[in-house]
């Protein structure tokens, strides 16, 4: 198979696409659509968000050093789009996508309701890159769609139908195609 030459970038796809809920000290909040995000740490558990300094969000971010992120679904996905071409410094984007902002457990931001995962953070370290700040934060606490789980404790995320982001375009999450370690698991 032949390979051609491309100019150096983000080809990393596709990737988590999420809603991040931020909140200002006077309790105005507002949406951002992140595709930067990522787990970096099990123990703790540990995140990070990666957000252009022009943004709306970024100040709050800085601020308050506290955000939600909220994983995205097909039924979310125009809220998720809407949330990540417009600006909060112009629209409510609660209101303009009707979304329920809900009161978070440890941080003062906002979690979506609708969303079927809420991760509530706080930040421990910003990291100027170039076009982007990171910001590297500690899971505080995690909720769950109790609608997602089963009888035995599960949560059954793909139950929700939840979307990623690749060259500019939404995609669902399709077929599970196997399980972790199944590549070694004896066979029956």
Request: aromatic share 8%; glycine share 6%.
């Amino acid at each position: 198979m032949a390979k051609i030459s491309f100019k150096p970038g983000n080809m990393l796809y596709p990737l988590p696409v999420v809603m991040v809920s931020v909140a200002d000290r006077q309790g105005n909040a507002n949406i951002i659509t992140i595709a930067w995000a990522g787990t970096i740490c099990t123990n703790p558990p540990m995140v990070n968000i990666a957000v252009r300094p022009s943004r709306y969000s970024h100040s709050m971010l800085k601020e308050t050093g506290e955000f939600v992120i909220n994983l995205t679904t097909k039924e979310l996905a125009y809220a998720t789009d809407y949330c990540g071409v417009q600006s909060g410094r112009e629209v409510d984007k609660w209101k303009e996508t009707g979304l329920t902002p809900i009161a978070s457990e440890v941080v003062k931001a906002p979690a979506i309701a609708e969303s079927p995962v809420n991760i509530e953070c706080s930040v421990v370290k910003i990291e100027r890159l170039g076009s982007h700040d990171l910001f590297t934060a500690e899971v505080k606490a995690v909720h769950v769609d109790a609608h997602y789980m089963d009888a035995q404790g599960s949560f059954h995320l793909e139950q929700a139908q939840p979307i990623v982001y690749s060259h500019g375009a939404y995609y669902a999450l399709g077929k599970q195609l196997g399980k972790f370690g199944y590549s070694v698991q004896k066979k029956s």
